[in-house]
């Protein structure tokens, strides 16, 4: 294995973590009657015992500064059906975003119509790495619906489909 020079290495790494299939979250939080989300993609489960979850997010980002003000955040897992609304919430705005989304607050945070699952989350620690913040939330709440998973794999938004058991 080659050393790659800083330029190149993010760019095979980019490579790389683009063949890794990740599911589709939109992260919610409120502040002052004014909600915020983003869709994210570094989202994963932390602890059963007690239930945590991890999510990555840009230290630039609206949504962070919304919950370090709030401790609170929600994580709207998408369906299949719902790569429309994931790039709206990819998309730079705030509050904008939520303009033609329908929304209800549970738990003191955004949740989403439709979804595939729904935890609401207290801030429990943030974790500074790289020009992200990990964010890890103890699960206040959780709800899970039918259907099939959004994934992100290859540049593009897809769901997962079981092998059938003589190909797994």
Not at 1 to 20: K, P, T
């Amino acid at each position: 294995m080659s050393a790659n020079n800083g330029q190149a290495l993010q760019e095979n790494f980019r490579n790389v973590m683009a063949r890794v299939c990740t599911p589709v979250s939109v992260v919610t939080a409120i502040v002052a009657d004014k909600p915020y989300g983003t869709t994210v993609s570094a989202f994963a489960s932390l602890s059963l015992d007690p239930p945590m979850v991890l999510v990555s997010l840009d230290r630039r980002s609206e949504l962070l500064v919304a919950i370090r003000k709030t401790l609170r955040f929600g994580v709207n897992v998408l369906g299949s059906a719902q790569s429309r609304l994931a790039r709206n919430f990819a998309r730079k705005g705030g509050p904008r975003k939520f303009d033609d989304v329908p929304w209800a607050l549970d738990l003191d945070v955004p949740r989403l119509p439709g979804m595939g699952g729904f935890l609401a989350c207290r801030l429990a620690r943030l974790i500074e790495a790289g020009d992200h913040l990990i964010v890890l939330g103890d699960v206040l709440a959780a709800e899970s619906a039918a259907g099939l998973p959004l994934t992100y794999h290859a540049r593009a938004f897809g769901t997962h489909v079981a092998l059938a058991e003589a190909n797994a």
